[in-house]
């Protein structure tokens, strides 16, 4: 496991030389996020479907706040984010960005438009164009604090994570974890999201100081996992899937989670933070695996929300203020009742029609 720190960086004498992610005894286990929130807006059919905070920060922040372990007298998962928006960046109250606030910038807030086809919900893969309408500036090294982390999660989503950047983090931080995303997105004159090959870019000759690089399995290919599996640990998710962990002389497979996919985004950085905090707790690479598929799973799988979204008129004032129940059934009721009961019959069945779920992780050696 390559540690990250550079030589003139180098641990006390007799630390230990090991991965210092592990929640058992060891310096404080604060992280660093960095890659900027982002507006994404969703498109089906040619009609906007919804607008949402996004950006991997978002989805990361609220993995490791939900599934990172902590001392007890602390009150907020020990991470910071760092992250740039502009002044017209939409959800500065929501949870993540609320908890840890980006910079402000004179430039706008990065946005997405992120393009799905009908079969999306249900395709193997997610069918999902993406481009960047707009770009925030970039994260410079000085953006970054100036002391240590534990571990350091580069998780930009559109080219703003800069090589100087993740070379500063990978200064700072014990180990770094990195989205490929962050590395090998190009984007052509209308904002469509391409790829380049990682060796062409500034990024490649860093790889040997990274512990973790994930990429989906549309990236995997611009990586050339054969060649970067013998500088660092490749992940490779999958999708419903699962994924798997490529090292220098092994390789596993990682069995899914069943999931009702509604909206696919934010999966990969689910996964990735939910892997961090695996780690975090001290898992095994292969068994942390697990609880990025479990959050990975969570994340493409709001089939309830939608449906508590389609079937019922929020109210102005929730029941639950504890003057106002009622127990009648309502006129929702049946329809309410079919539409779950759809949804809880979906997840055994899909969880069937693929007979490689519910396996526990193979591991080979190469
Ligand atoms: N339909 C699904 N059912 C169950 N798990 C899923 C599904 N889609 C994604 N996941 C989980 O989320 C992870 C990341 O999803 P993936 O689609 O590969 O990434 P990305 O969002 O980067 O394209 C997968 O490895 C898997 O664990
Ligand atoms: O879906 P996913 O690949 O995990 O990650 C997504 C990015 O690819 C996308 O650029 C961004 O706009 C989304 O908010 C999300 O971060």
């Given at each position: 496991m390559p540690l990250a720190a550079e030589p003139d960086d180098a641990h006390e004498e007799g630390e230990d030389q090991q991965l210092l992610l592990t929640a058992k005894g060891g310096p404080a286990l604060e992280g660093l996020v960095v890659g900027s929130y982002c507006h994404d807006v969703l498109i089906r059919g040619g009609r906007i479907v919804g607008e949402t905070l996004g950006g991997a920060a978002a989805f990361v922040s609220n993995v490791l706040d939900a599934a990172s372990p902590r001392e007890e007298e602390q009150g907020e998962a020990p991470f910071v984010v760092v992250s740039k928006v502009g002044r017209d960046f939409a959800y500065a109250s929501a949870p993540a960005p609320a908890r840890r606030p980006p910079l402000l910038c004179a430039s706008p807030t990065t946005s997405f438009h992120a393009q799905f086809s009908d079969a999306a919900a249900s395709a193997h893969a997610p069918d999902r164009e993406l481009r960047r309408v707009r770009a925030c500036d970039p994260i410079y090294p000085a953006d970054l604090p100036d002391r240590r982390f534990a571990y350091g999660l580069a998780v930009g989503v559109a080219g703003e994570v800069l090589p100087e950047t993740l070379e500063r983090m990978i200064r700072l931080c014990h180990a770094v974890l990195v989205d490929a995303q962050a590395l090998i997105r190009a984007f052509d004159g209308d904002g469509a999201v391409g790829h380049v090959a990682?060796?062409?870019?500034?990024?490649?000759?860093?790889l040997p100081r990274v512990a973790f690089l994930k990429a989906s399995s549309e990236e995997a290919p611009y990586v050339g996992v054969e060649t970067a599996r013998r500088q660092c640990c490749v992940i490779v998710t999958d999708g419903r899937d699962g994924c798997r962990l490529y090292w220098d002389g092994g390789e596993a497979r990682v069995a899914p989670f069943p999931a009702v996919q509604v909206d696919p985004t934010g999966a990969g950085d689910s996964f990735l933070a939910g892997f961090a905090a695996g780690l975090l707790w001290g898992l095994s690479a292969t068994d942390a695996a697990l609880l990025g598929n479990f959050f990975g799973a969570a994340a493409v799988s709001q089939a309830v929300k939608e449906i508590l979204e389609e079937k019922i008129a929020k109210r102005s004032s929730p029941c639950i203020n504890g003057t106002t129940f009622t127990f009648d059934r309502s006129s929702v009721h049946d329809e309410l009742h079919a539409a779950l009961q759809e949804a809880a019959r979906l997840m055994p069945e899909q969880q069937q029609a693929d007979p490689t779920n519910g396996n526990g992780g193979d591991i080979c050696s190469v």
């Open positions: 990682l060796e062409d870019t500034p990024y490649a000759r860093l």
